[in-house]
Structures are given as C-alpha cells and as structure tokens.
C-alpha cells in the first residue's frame, strides 16, 4: 500500500460514453499527475497539480479532463474517448514536485478499455 | 529536455543470483534525481531507490544498489540475491528541471528463474 488509491480499477467504456477516474491520497502530499501507461510506450505524463493549480497539460486531448477539487483528490473526466486511449492510467503524488529529491508514489492504476 | 533510456526490454536471471539492469539519461540540468521503480503485475508502481546528481556515494536500498556513473550518465540498477518475487519490469527516472516531474524510460521485463 502506496498511501494512493484508484478507483475503479478496471473500466470498460463505450466510445460515446461519459466517465470519471478518482485518485485519493492522505499522506499530505501537495502534488498530484496523472501518467498514461499504454503497452510497449514509457509512462506518458499527462497533467501535474500543485496545490490544486494546474501547473503542466502535456498536449493532451481535450477528451481528457482532469479536476483537482481538494491537495487530496484528483480526478479524470472521460468522454467521446478512443480505442486508442485504452490503457493503464496512474495517479501519483509527491510532498512537493519541485525538489531533486521528491519520489512519486502511485496509485495501481485504472485500467481503461475503449470498445 | 530529458530522457532515459532502457536497452533491455527483458532480461532473465537465476534465482539467487544478481543482475544489473541498465539505464542512461540525458539532461542539461545540473541538479537532478534519478529513480527505480519496481511494476508488478498488478499495477502499481513501487519506488525503490534514489540518486542524486550530487551525492557522492552510490545508493544502497536491502538488496538494490545503483551504480551511479555521471560521467558517462548510466545509473544502472543491481539486484542482488534475485527472488522469484522480483519478477516485475522495471522503470528508471529522472526528475530535474523548473517543473520537476518524473519522466520514465520504456522498462525493462525482468524474469526471475528458480
């Protein structure tokens, strides 16, 4: 146990439906990303917050839409996606993302299927 | 901009013995971190060691090493005493720059043999 939690865990999803990943964290961590875990290609980072400011958006669709209400909650809003986007997507966080030294602890992932 | 590089898409080890995986980046930046991390099967990914750009000595985590070598900008991972439970791939890191964030190479498939 990471302290990071995901849910669901396994999601399959029509191309013309809505929905939403969650990420949790207590461990007072103040940075939160997603990553986009897709086969045979490196994690892939997606959007980074920092105290609940969007700081990076890596080019990524507007199909994705992530919301960080709270420092302890993160979410990805999903809609009109592709088969192309199914793929692992993990939620991680750190203390503070601007330090040398700040590992990331991961939540273990949604897995998406796009049918 | 930075990048890793993993050679070794997989790599076979027997039970109990060690096995080094390697890794190479690139970055402009004179301070940063570098990270492994451990992918079961389930999931999640597991932090399992940290370098500095400036520490002098390698790091040493249980039975993880790094072989830290800056000139040549390797920090490979060594497993000693392999286990079967340290089949997993393997994702080396670094994390520089103004933002900071973990940016991951493309893994290395280990296999443990008993």
């Known amino acids: 146990e990471t302290g990071v939690t995901q849910t669901p865990r396994h999601l399959v999803m029509g191309m013309t439906n809505k929905k939403s990943l969650k990420c949790e964290q207590h461990l007072g961590h103040n940075a939160m990303y997603w990553y986009k875990q897709s086969a045979k290609k490196p994690l892939e980072l997606m959007f980074v917050y920092n105290f609940k400011e969007q700081t990076e958006n890596n080019s990524v669709p507007s199909r994705f839409s992530p919301e960080c209400p709270n420092s302890s909650h993160l979410f990805l809003h999903l809609h009109t996606l592709q088969p192309e986007d199914s793929a692992l997507y993990l939620c991680?966080?750190?203390?503070?993302?601007?330090?040398?030294?700040?590992?990331?602890?991961f939540g273990q992932g949604t897995r998406l299927t796009v049918v | 901009a930075q990048k890793i590089t993993q050679t070794q898409p997989g790599m076979f080890v027997q039970e109990k013995e060690a096995v080094t995986l390697d890794c190479t980046y690139d970055?402009?930046?004179?301070?940063?971190?570098l990270f492994w991390y451990k992918q079961p099967s389930s999931g999640e990914m597991i932090f399992l060691i940290y370098q500095g750009s400036y520490d002098q000595q390698n790091a040493t985590e249980g039975r993880y090493s790094l072989n830290f070598q800056k000139a040549r900008k390797s920090a490979n991972l060594v497993i000693s005493a392999s286990q079967l439970g340290d089949s997993a791939m393997y994702f080396c890191?670094?994390?520089?720059?103004?933002?900071?964030?973990?940016?991951f190479g493309k893994g290395t498939k280990l296999s443990v043999k008993p």
């Open positions: 991680a966080s750190s203390p503070i993302n601007r330090e040398m030294n700040t590992e990331a602890f």
């Open positions: 890191a670094i994390n520089g720059g103004s933002q900071g964030n973990l940016i």
């Open positions: 970055t402009s930046d004179p301070s940063y971190g």
